[in-house]
């Protein structure tokens, strides 16, 4: 099963940016969707984005489309999530997700929080 550690999260006004990190560990991500999620203070967890680790191909919540991005680095076994524009209901923990291609096998990170304040 693959590790995810999850990194940059922290305290950003509105309006600011800010990236987190997944460093994934354990296997190559070759037939890996990596995802972002989130879960909002008293709140379900709620899908952000996925990318398809091997074509690159990404997609996005509606409620993020446009601000946020996601991307990955092969060679550091990296994915990335640029937030931009943040707003005050961006405000949660966010998790990093990986999961086999067409199956249910998932690993999560340990979350990393995000605060916008306004």
Do not use: H
């Not at 092969?74 to 943040?86: D, F, V």
């Not at 949660?92 to 997700?97: E, G, P, S, T």
């Not at 199956?103 to 304040?117: A, H, I, P, R």
């Amino acid at each position: 099963q693959v590790q995810l550690v999850e990194s940059g999260g922290g305290l950003v006004q509105a309006g600011g940016s800010l990236q987190l990190s997944c460093s994934a560990s354990g296997r190559t991500l070759r037939n890996y969707v990596m995802g972002w999620f989130r879960q909002p203070p008293g709140k379900e967890r709620e899908f952000v984005g996925t990318i398809n680790w091997s074509r690159g191909t990404t997609y996005y919540a509606d409620s993020v489309k446009g601000r946020f991005t996601i991307s990955r680095d092969n060679a550091k076994n990296t994915m990335y999530l640029q937030m931009n524009a943040l707003k005050p209901e961006d405000t949660a923990v966010y998790y990093c997700n990986a999961r086999v291609v067409a199956t249910d096998n998932n690993s999560w990170g340990q979350g990393t929080q995000v605060t916008v304040s306004s």
